[in-house]
C-alpha cells in the first residue's frame, strides 16, 4: 500500500515553527497597527494552518485530488464571504431617498 | 515489506474494494470530503463573525479584552503539540510500532482533555462574571447591546470547536484501543491516518479562532 | 466485456438467485448493505412522505377554491403551506433520485459491486428516517407555520409552533443527504471499471457528481443556520436578533446560501435522467456529449452564487441585488445547453414514444417553460412586482413537479425492469403519463397568471375576481393526484404480475444493462472492461416497438 512516510525530525520542525508563529501573533497583536493588526493576525493563522495542512495532513505528499479538495473547502468559504459582505459592504452607498 | 496475507488476516480488505490501494485511496478521500463539509459548517459561523465585527469592530475589540490572551495562547499551543503527538502516532503505525503508536495516540488525548479542561475553566470563569448570553448575562455600566453578539460567537464557535474536540477525543480512544490489539501496521495503517486527518483539521480551527476571538484589541 | 448491447431472453425470475430473492426477512432489509436494497429502502419511505407533503396540497388547494378563507382558520393555512413545503422539498425532492436512482444505479453504471462506504450508506437512511420521523411529530404536534424558509425574528422569536423539533429533523435529514453525496463522490473518484474514463460515463453519473458536489458544499451551511435558529429560540437571544443589533437578513443570507443550490440539488439528478432517456429512446448518443457534462459542473458552480435573488426586496443592498441579477441570468445558461442538446439528439434519431419518453418530452418543454421564468425573476424590475406571488409558485412547481417529478417516474419506468425483474404494463403507464402532464398543466399555469395579475402566495383569502383561475388551478390538482395514484397501484401489482423482464428491455447501453434483471447482490460477476464512449447506437439499428 503507498503512503509517504514522513521523518519525525520534520514533524518537531514544523511543531517548533508553529510555536513561533504562535507567539508572533500574540505579540504582534500588543501594537496598533490600524487596519494591519487583522492582516498580520489572518496571515500568521493561514502559514500555521498552512503548516499543519501539508505537513500534518500529508497534504504535501498528497494526489491533486486532495489538493483540489481541500482548495475547493476554501473557496467555497472565500465565496460566501465575499458575496454576503457584498451586501453589507454597500448597504450605506445608496440612502433611502426622502418621502420613503 | 507488507505482506497481503498479513493484511487478509487482519481482515483488512473489504469485500467491494479491488485491491487496498483502492480501500485506502476511497477512505482517505472519503475524509477529505467530509472535512470540506465541516469547513463549510464552521464557515458559517465565520461568515456571521465577519459581518458582525465588520459592523461594530470598537464593541468587539472591547468584548475580546474580557478573554485572558495568555490562557488562550497556552492553549493553542497545547493543542498544536496534540497535533505533533498525532502526526508522529501515525508515524509509528506505518513502521509498526505498536507500542509507541498507542502511546502516542494517549498522548494526543491527554493534550486535547488538557485543552477542554482550560475551556472549561475559562467557560466557568465568564459565567462568573455574568458574561454567558441566555443564561445569566449582565451588561456592565455603559456597555452596548452589541457585546452580547460577541459572547454569542464567542460560546457557539469555541463550544462547537469543544464538542469537535470531544468527537475526536472519543475516536482516538476507539483507534487507541484497536492499536493495542495490534490491529495496525505498516501494511494497514489508514484508519490512524484518516483520524489524524480530522483531528488536524479541529486544531486548524483553532489556529483561527484563538486571533480572532482573543487577539482583537489587545494593544489598548 | 464491451457495451454492446444485447437482447438475452429472460430467465425464470425464482430459478435464479439475484439482489431480491438472496435473502428474505424484515432483518435481512433492515440490517442490508446492498446498495440496490438501500435504494428500495429509500423509494418507500421517500413514497410515504410524498403523500404526507400532497396531503397538506389538497387541503390548501380546498381552500382556495372560495375567495373567503371558509375551510381552516388562518393560523392553520400558514400551516399547510409551511408543512407541505418543508415535507416536499426536504424529504422528497432532495432526496427522491439521488437515494433512490442514484443508489441503485451509481455502482452499477461504473461497474462496481457496491458504493464505497456501504455501511455508511445504509446509516445514511437510518439518519433520514430519523430526521423524517421527527419532522412528522412536529406536524402531528401542531406543526411549524413560519413558511419553510424560516424567517427569522418570526421563526426565532414570536412563532408559536415547534420550530426546533422541525428544524432538528431537517438539521438530521441534512446529514444524511451529505452522507450520500460523500459517498457519490468517492465511489465516483475511486471505483470507476478498468478503461472507463471520465469522459466515457454516462451522463447520469456526471449529474449525480455535480449534484454531490452542491449537496457538499451547501448543506452543512444550511446545518449550522438551523442551530443558530434553534439557539436563537431557546436562549431567548441571538445573532439574528434586532434588539442586539443583530439582522435578521444574515439568517436570510445563510439560509438561501443552501436553499439555492438546494433546487440545483433538486433539478441536477432529473436532468441525467433526461439525458438518458433522451438517448436511448432517440437511438442516437447524446448531441455534445461534454458540453453537457460541464453544463452540469457549470450549473452545480454558478448555483452557489445567485442566492441573494431570493433577497431582492428583502432590504438587501441594491448594489448586491445587482450582482446577484447579473448571476442568475448567467446560471440560465448551462441547462439552455443541456435543453438545446437534448433537441439536437431527437433530431434525426429513431424516436419511441415508451413511457419513460413521454415524461422526457414532458420534462424538457415543462422545464422550459420553468426556466425561462426564472429568467423573468432575475430582473431585479419585474421580481419587484412578481416576488411572493403565484407567480414564484408557479415557476418553482413548473421546475420541480413538472420538470424533477416528471424525470423521476421516467427513471423509474425506464429502470423499472432492472430493479424488479418485471416490465409495467405499458398502456396504463402511457395514460397515467398524460394525464399527469394534463393535470399538472391545469393546476400550475392558471398560476402564472393569478401571480401576474397579483394575488400574492401564502395567503388563505383571496379577491373574488380570482376564483375562477383558482378553480380551475384546484381542479387540476385533482386530476394530477389521480394520475399519481395510478403509477403507484401498477407499480406494485407488476412487481408480483408483471411480464418478466429480459436483461436489457431497451436495447440501450450502459453498463446496468449487461445484468440480468434484477441483477446479483455483487452485480458484476467479473470486473468489466470498458473500450467504447458511452451511448454507442448504430444507425442500423432496429427500431424499438
Keep these: 500500500m503507498s503512503g509517504h512516510i514522513v521523518s519525525p525530525k520534520l514533524y518537531y520542525g514544523i511543531f517548533a515553527a508553529l510555536l513561533v508563529l504562535t507567539a508572533a501573533t500574540t505579540g504582534a497583536a500588543r501594537f496598533d497597527l490600524g487596519p494591519m493588526n487583522v492582516v498580520i493576525a489572518l496571515a500568521i493563522a493561514g502559514c500555521k494552518a498552512l503548516l499543519v495542512a501539508l505537513f500534518f495532513m500529508h497534504v504535501r505528499y498528497s494526489k491533486p485530488l486532495v489538493w483540489v479538495a481541500a482548495a475547493s473547502g476554501l473557496l467555497w468559504l472565500a465565496i460566501m464571504l465575499a458575496l454576503t459582505l457584498t451586501d453589507y459592504y454597500s448597504r450605506e452607498w445608496f440612502p433611502a431617498p426622502r418621502g420613503w | ?220 | 466485456m464491451s457495451t454492446a448491447v444485447t437482447e438475452t431472453p429472460a430467465p425464470p425470475l425464482e430459478s435464479r438467485e439475484h439482489y431480491l430473492n438472496v435473502h428474505y426477512g424484515v432483518k435481512s432489509w433492515l440490517l442490508t448493505t446492498d446498495h440496490k436494497r438501500i435504494a428500495l429502502l429509500y423509494l418507500v419511505t421517500i413514497t410515504l412522505f410524498f403523500f404526507v407533503g400532497g396531503a397538506f396540497a389538497v387541503l390548501m388547494r380546498l381552500e382556495l377554491m372560495t375567495p373567503r378563507g371558509d375551510l381552516v382558520q388562518a393560523e392553520t393555512y400558514n400551516k399547510l403551506f409551511t408543512m407541505h413545503g418543508l415535507i416536499m422539498v426536504f424529504f422528497f425532492l432532495i432526496p427522491s433520485i439521488p437515494a433512490v436512482l442514484g443508489n441503485f444505479l451509481v455502482p452499477m453504471m461504473i461497474g462496481a459491486r457496491d458504493l464505497a462506504f456501504p455501511k455508511l450508506n445504509l446509516l445514511s437512511w437510518y439518519i433520514f428516517v430519523a430526521g423524517g420521523t421527527l419532522a412528522l411529530v412536529s406536524a402531528i404536534s401542531g406543526g411549524v407555520d413560519t413558511g419553510w424558509t424560516f424567517y427569522t425574528p418570526y421563526s426565532s422569536t414570536y412563532s408559536n409552533t415547534h420550530v426546533i423539533v422541525m428544524g432538528l429533523g431537517v438539521f438530521i435529514a441534512g446529514f444524511s443527504s451529505i452522507l450520500t453525496g460523500l459517498n457519490f463522490i468517492v465511489t465516483i473518484h475511486t471505483m470507476r471499471a478498468p478503461g472507463l474514463t471520465w469522459f466515457r460515463l454516462p451522463l447520469f453519473i456526471w449529474s449525480t457528481y455535480a449534484t454531490s458536489l452542491i449537496i457538499i458544499l451547501g448543506t452543512p451551511v444550511l446545518a449550522i443556520t438551523i442551530v443558530l435558529l434553534a439557539l436563537e429560540r431557546l436562549l431567548r437571544v441571538g445573532i439574528f436578533d434586532p434588539a442586539l443589533g443583530g439582522d435578521p437578513i444574515l439568517f436570510q443570507h445563510m439560509f438561501w446560501f443552501y436553499s439555492h443550490p438546494a433546487v440545483y440539488i433538486m433539478i441536477l439528478p432529473g436532468m441525467g435522467v433526461i439525458s438518458e432517456l433522451v438517448t436511448a429512446f432517440s437511438r442516437k448518443r447524446v448531441f455534445g456529449y461534454s458540453f453537457v457534462a460541464f453544463a452540469s459542473l457549470a450549473i452545480a458552480v454558478l448555483g452557489f452564487l445567485v442566492w441573494g435573488h431570493h433577497m431582492f426586496v428583502s432590504s438587501q443592498s441594491v448594489y448586491a441585488g445587482l450582482v446577484f441579477s447579473v448571476l442568475s441570468f448567467m446560471v440560465a445558461i448551462p441547462s439552455a445547453v443541456k435543453v438545446f442538446n437534448w433537441t439536437a439528439t431527437l433530431y434525426r434519431g429513431s424516436i419511441s414514444y415508451q413511457t419513460p419518453m413521454l415524461y422526457a418530452f414532458g420534462f424538457i418543454g415543462l422545464f422550459t417553460l420553468g426556466g425561462l421564468t426564472g429568467l423573468f425573476l432575475a430582473s431585479l424590475a419585474i421580481d419587484v412586482h412578481v416576488t411572493d406571488t403565484y407567480f414564484v409558485v408557479a415557476h418553482f412547481h413548473y421546475i420541480m413537479v413538472g420538470g424533477m417529478v416528471m424525470a423521476y417516474l421516467g427513471g423509474i419506468h425506464y429502470w423499472w425492469p432492472k430493479i424488479s425483474g418485471r416490465m409495467y404494463p405499458e398502456v396504463w403507464a402511457r395514460f397515467s403519463a398524460l394525464v399527469i402532464f394534463a393535470g399538472f398543466n391545469l393546476t400550475f399555469f392558471p398560476q402564472f397568471i393569478l401571480g401576474y395579475l397579483g394575488m400574492p402566495r401564502r395567503y388563505w383569502a383571496y379577491p373574488e375576481e380570482f376564483q375562477v383561475l383558482n378553480v380551475m388551478s384546484t381542479a387540476g390538482a385533482s386530476i394530477l393526484g389521480l394520475g399519481y395514484l395510478i403509477p403507484m397501484i401498477y407499480l406494485v401489482w407488476s412487481m408480483r404480475y408483471g411480464r418478466p423482464a429480459p436483461d436489457n428491455p431497451w436495447r440501450a447501453t450502459g453498463l446496468e444493462w449487461t445484468t440480468p434483471s434484477p441483477p446479483p447482490t455483487e452485480n458484476f460477476d467479473a470486473p468489466p472492461i470498458v473500450t467504447e464512449e458511452a451511448y454507442t447506437y448504430s444507425k442500423e439499428e432496429p427500431e424499438l416497438v
Design chain 2, 1 to 220: 515489506m507488507s505482506d497481503p496475507r498479513v493484511s487478509e488476516a487482519r481482515g483488512a480488505l473489504a469485500h467491494h474494494f479491488d485491491d487496498l490501494e483502492q480501500q485506502h485511496d476511497a477512505a482517505t478521500l472519503g475524509m477529505w470530503v467530509f472535512l470540506v463539509t465541516e469547513i463549510m459548517f464552521f464557515g458559517g459561523l465565520f461568515l456571521g463573525y465577519t459581518v458582525y465585527r465588520w459592523k461594530y469592530p470598537h464593541i468587539f475589540a472591547d468584548a475580546s479584552r474580557h478573554l485572558d490572551t495568555t490562557i488562550g495562547a497556552v492553549n493553542t499551543a497545547v493543542l498544536l503539540a496534540s497535533s505533533l503527538t498525532m502526526a508522529l502516532a501515525v508515524h509509528a503505525a506505518q513502521t509498526s510500532r505498536r507500542r509507541a503508536l498507542v502511546g502516542l495516540l494517549l498522548a494526543t488525548m491527554l493534550l486535547g482533555s488538557v485543552f477542554l479542561g482550560v475551556k472549561a475553566y475559562e467557560y466557568r470563569d465568564k459565567y462568573v462574571h455574568h458574561l454567558v448570553p441566555g443564561v445569566d448575562f449582565v451588561y456592565e455600566p455603559g456597555a452596548r447591546p452589541q457585546l452580547q453578539i460577541f459572547f454569542l460567537f464567542y460560546f457557539f464557535m469555541t463550544g462547537m470547536h469543544a464538542l469537535h474536540m470531544v468527537i475526536g477525543i472519543g475516536l482516538l480512544g476507539v483507534i487507541a484501543a484497536l492499536a493495542w490489539r495490534g490491529r495496525y501496521g505498516a501494511d494497514y495503517y489508514n484508519p490512524v491516518e484518516v483520524t489524524g486527518l480530522y483531528w488536524h483539521f479541529v486544531d486548524i480551527v483553532w489556529i483561527f479562532l484563538f486571533p480572532l476571538l482573543y487577539l482583537i484589541g489587545a494593544h489598548l
